[in-house]
C-alpha cells in the first residue's frame, strides 16, 4: 500500500522530517468561509469595553496561565477590557477563581462564531500548533488576532500585516495585547486583512482542489 504523507503547513511538514518522513504537500485546515454572511450583524457597537476572546482546551500547552497572568498586568492599566474564556478542561477550577474575566464553558460552533463576531480581540497564546483553525475563524469574523509564532501561525499571520506575532512568554502578550487595546484603527486593520486572507487562502474550496492536484499527481 502507497503511504502518502501530508502536513497541515510548512512548519509541520518540517517537523514530520525529524521522524525521517518526507511531506508530499501541504493540506491546510480550512473553514467555511460563507458562514461570515451568517454572523456579521452581529453587532459590536454597543459594546462599553473592548472583547478579548480566547478559545480552546483549558490546558497548560494552551498558553491560557500566560494568558491569565498577561491579562492581571493589563488590568493595571486599562479598564475597559474584558476577558472571555471559552473552552474546558482540567484548568477550569483553577480559572474559576480568578476574577475580572468571563468562563463560557465549551461551546458549540454556532455560539462559538457569534463571540468571534463580538470579540474585538482574538488571544492564541498557545505553546505548539500545527495551524491553528481558532485563528482562522477569528480572521474570518474580522477579529484582531494576537498570536504565538508557532507551528504555522505565522502562514496565517504576517506580523504587523494581519495581525501581531509574539512569543509564549507574559510579557510579550501583554504588550501586544496593549498595542491594540490602544490603538482601534490597527484592530479594525488587522482584523479587515486578516478575514480577506482567510477567504482568499483557507477556504474549503481551495483546499479541495488541492486535493484534486495532489491525486492527480
Request: neutral net charge.
Given at each position: 500500500?502507497?503511504?502518502?504523507?501530508?502536513?497541515?503547513?510548512?512548519?509541520?511538514?518540517?517537523?514530520?522530517?525529524?521522524?525521517?518522513i518526507?511531506?508530499?504537500?501541504?493540506l491546510?485546515?480550512?473553514?467555511?468561509?460563507?458562514?461570515?454572511?451568517?454572523y456579521?450583524?452581529?453587532?459590536?457597537?454597543?459594546?462599553?469595553?473592548?472583547?478579548?476572546?480566547?478559545?480552546?482546551?483549558?490546558?497548560?500547552?494552551?498558553?491560557?496561565?500566560?494568558?491569565?497572568?498577561?491579562?492581571?498586568?493589563?488590568?493595571?492599566?486599562?479598564t475597559?477590557?474584558?476577558?472571555?474564556?471559552?473552552?474546558?478542561?482540567p484548568?477550569?477550577?483553577?480559572?474559576?477563581?480568578?476574577?475580572?474575566?468571563?468562563l463560557?464553558?465549551?461551546?458549540?460552533?454556532?455560539?462559538?462564531m457569534?463571540?468571534?463576531?463580538k470579540?474585538?480581540?482574538?488571544?492564541?497564546?498557545?505553546?505548539?500548533?500545527?495551524?491553528?483553525t481558532?485563528?482562522?475563524?477569528?480572521?474570518?469574523?474580522?477579529?484582531?488576532?494576537?498570536?504565538?509564532?508557532?507551528?504555522?501561525?505565522?502562514?496565517?499571520?504576517e506580523?504587523?500585516?494581519?495581525?501581531l506575532?509574539?512569543?509564549?512568554?507574559?510579557?510579550?502578550?501583554?504588550?501586544?495585547?496593549?498595542?491594540?487595546?490602544?490603538?482601534?484603527?490597527?484592530?479594525?486593520?488587522?482584523?479587515?486583512?486578516?478575514?480577506?486572507?482567510?477567504?482568499?487562502?483557507?477556504?474549503?474550496?481551495?483546499?479541495?482542489?488541492?486535493i484534486?492536484?495532489?491525486?492527480?499527481k
Amino acid at each position: 500500500m502507497l503511504k502518502i504523507f501530508i502536513g497541515v503547513s510548512r512548519a509541520c511538514c518540517n517537523w514530520l522530517k525529524h521522524y525521517k518522513i518526507n511531506a508530499k504537500g501541504v493540506l491546510s485546515n480550512a473553514i467555511e468561509v460563507s458562514e461570515y454572511d451568517f454572523y456579521k450583524d452581529i453587532s459590536k457597537t454597543n459594546q462599553k469595553n473592548i472583547r478579548i476572546l480566547y478559545a480552546g482546551r483549558l490546558i497548560k500547552d494552551k498558553g491560557i496561565i500566560l494568558l491569565v497572568e498577561a491579562f492581571k498586568r493589563i488590568l493595571n492599566n486599562f479598564t475597559n477590557v474584558e476577558l472571555f474564556i471559552a473552552g474546558d478542561g482540567p484548568l477550569e477550577e483553577i480559572l474559576k477563581k480568578e476574577k475580572n474575566m468571563q468562563l463560557l464553558g465549551k461551546l458549540n460552533h454556532e455560539e462559538l462564531m457569534k463571540e468571534y463576531a463580538k470579540a474585538d480581540i482574538f488571544i492564541n497564546p498557545s505553546y505548539s500548533e500545527g495551524l491553528p483553525t481558532t485563528v482562522l475563524e477569528a480572521g474570518l469574523m474580522k477579529c484582531a488576532v494576537v498570536a504565538t509564532d508557532v507551528g504555522g501561525t505565522s502562514e496565517i499571520i504576517e506580523d504587523r500585516k494581519e495581525g501581531l506575532l509574539c512569543k509564549p512568554e507574559v510579557l510579550d502578550i501583554t504588550e501586544k495585547l496593549e498595542v491594540l487595546i490602544k490603538d482601534e484603527i490597527l484592530r479594525e486593520t488587522l482584523g479587515e486583512k486578516l478575514h480577506e486572507k482567510v477567504v482568499k487562502q483557507f477556504s474549503w474550496d481551495n483546499t479541495a482542489n488541492k486535493i484534486l492536484e495532489l491525486l492527480q499527481k
